[in-house]
């Protein structure tokens, strides 16, 4: 077996510990041994000069839907984004999304609707079971290493009926079986889209029942809360208190009442007037925690994010569709409501930009926002949102701003990612067309560079820690990322004192990292000075 030796460097072993001068020995996939500054060095069959860069574990990217992308025959086009910015692993099947386990006619449900995020591609199915996927994707030869979580959304479209309210006993039964096999089968955990149809209508009684078989298996649940706002869809305008504080309190108590282990996904505070609840979310969050509670959270280093335009509308809404399109008196209902909504939680019409309008005959709107498309059809905002979720049926993808800040108060986002509780994510639907997200191509870059060359909101060993070790860790990945003898030979080569993302400005959309020189997955280059090579040397990691 052919072995490398990456001479010189500082090494961010994953650990948090400081970095150090050393030379890492790589025997085909597997780091054999790391070596400290004037220890003997063997010999190897190449000598890879790392000299004045920093050497960390892959990134691992721990908030994904890069999971539907890897089941593509070819998605070399779409992976690169990721692996050009350090990334190695993935964790997908969040929000509730994953593509398995699955029959022919809830499959074709939940790609038409929830994967819509996630993937614009037709591809075949052969499996059904979530063994069958992540054998379909070895098969497939993956650019990247991927775990699987299994989603609670695609779970209820094959366990019930009808997607939406109470589970009958033998309904829920199927579910927790299904769960149960899923991670029996190699998935790293439940993942929960409760922002989400069908989600949004599942009781904290069936949440309790999923949460517990997870629990048993010892993996985690990851959680899209119900609510990211103030004021969201999900719940009653009724409802006293701030409806994301509430949305954590039911998951926290959740956990506490199931043992299950808790992360929350992508810890935003969406809305102008959302910002003031980050602090009392972290305080939650924390006190939780030391009441031995084992919850943590994660979040993006960007103020926008990448969802569905049906997002922003009530579920009694959501639940007449499409019907409701054409009913004048629900429209009354809900102009008001979203009016009223919007100016509650601060948010505007020029904070929605779309992605993908994914009407063919639409796509000169990427990159608008909807009070632009709105001047480009000649009408209000509110019926140019509603044209484009009609005609798209709720696919188009938008990008939301002010999430945890603006420009020129960022505060809450600084929070957010300082505090160890929280790892990184992109949480980015990377496709091939539209208006992209940031996150899809420089999340990691910015979190070493603006967020610790820059602002120093942290250590550079911490943040490595965070986006490589610890993200294996809540996760099972027992190989993963650590630069130690015996783990997978995932490695970054980057320059700490240039490495940074290209972030939009204005209309122009992101561009690509900058100071990521090399980049190795099991012990195989897959990024050249920067430059993704094509390579495919991922594997799927079963947990």
């Not at 499959?107 to 069958?132: C, H, N, Q, Y």
């Not at 994010?305 to 579920?315: E, R, S």
């Not at 986006?467 to 970054?492: I, N, P, Q, Y």
């Amino acid at each position: 077996m052919a072995t490398t030796l990456f001479r010189g460097g500082t090494i961010f072993d994953g650990t948090g510990s400081a970095g150090y001068s050393g030379h890492i020995l790589v025997r085909d996939k597997r780091i054999e041994a790391v070596f400290t500054e004037g220890e003997e060095l063997p010999g190897a069959d190449e000598i890879v000069d790392v000299s004045g860069m920093a050497v960390a574990p892959g990134f691992i990217d721990m908030h994904s839907h890069g999971d539907w992308m890897l089941a593509l025959p070819d998605h070399t086009d779409l992976a690169r984004h990721l692996v050009e910015q350090g990334v190695t692993t993935i964790v997908g099947g969040n929000c509730g999304i994953s593509p398995a386990p699955v029959s022919a006619e809830s499959f074709e449900t939940v790609r038409k609707g929830l994967a819509s995020i996630a993937i614009d591609r037709p591809f075949e199915r052969t499996w059904t079971d979530m063994s069958g996927f992540l054998d379909e994707v070895q098969a497939r030869r993956p650019a990247l290493n991927m775990a699987e979580l299994a989603g609670h959304s695609t779970v209820r479209y094959l366990g019930a009926t009808s997607p939406r309210g109470p589970l009958t006993d033998s309904e829920l039964a199927k579910c927790r079986r299904l769960v149960r096999e899923s991670l029996e089968q190699g998935a790293c955990g439940l993942s929960l889209g409760l922002g989400y149809d069908p989600g949004m209508y599942s009781p904290l009684s069936e949440l309790e029942a999923l949460c517990e078989e997870t629990a048993k298996a010892d993996k985690p649940v990851t959680v899209h809360l119900k609510a990211l706002s103030v004021i969201s869809p999900c719940y009653s305008p009724a409802t006293l208190q701030a409806h994301n504080v509430k949305a954590l309190r039911e998951m926290i108590e959740t956990a506490r009442k199931t043992g299950a282990s808790l992360q929350v996904s992508h810890f935003i505070f969406v809305g102008r007037r959302t910002f003031k609840t980050c602090l009392p979310c972290i305080e939650m969050v924390e006190k939780a925690r030391g009441e031995g509670v084992d919850v943590m959270f994660d979040a993006f280093p960007y103020t926008c994010g990448n969802t569905t335009i049906n997002v922003a509308f009530p579920y009694w809404f959501l639940a007449r569709l499409p019907a409701a399109y054409k009913n004048r008196l629900l429209l009354s209902r809900l102009k008001l409501e979203l009016e009223v909504g919007f100016r509650l939680v601060g948010f505007i019409y020029d904070d929605f930009r779309i992605m993908d309008a994914v009407v063919p005959r639409y796509e000169g709107l990427n990159g608008l926002t909807i009070a632009e498309a709105a001047k480009k059809w000649n009408t209000s905002p509110f019926q140019a949102m509603l044209r484009l979720s009609e005609e798209s049926r709720g696919a188009a993808l938008m990008l939301y701003h002010t999430y945890s800040g603006v420009p020129g108060n960022e505060a809450p986002l600084e929070a957010v990612l300082k505090n160890d509780l929280c790892l990184f994510e992109t949480d980015a639907a990377i496709k091939g067309r539209g208006y992209p997200n940031p996150a899809a191509l420089g999340t990691f870059p910015r979190i070493l560079g603006e967020m610790v060359r820059e602002r120093k909101l942290f250590s550079l060993e911490n943040a490595v820690r965070r986006m490589t070790s610890a993200s294996a860790g809540r996760f099972g990945l027992k190989d993963r990322g650590e630069l130690a003898a015996g783990k997978a030979a995932d490695l970054v080569v980057f320059d700490p004192e240039t490495i940074s993302d290209t972030p939009p400005q204005g209309k122009s959309p992101a561009g690509g990292p900058v100071g990521i020189k090399q980049v190795f997955i099991n012990g195989k280059k897959v990024v050249d000075d920067g430059v993704y090579t094509g390579g495919r040397a991922g594997e799927v990691l079963r947990v």
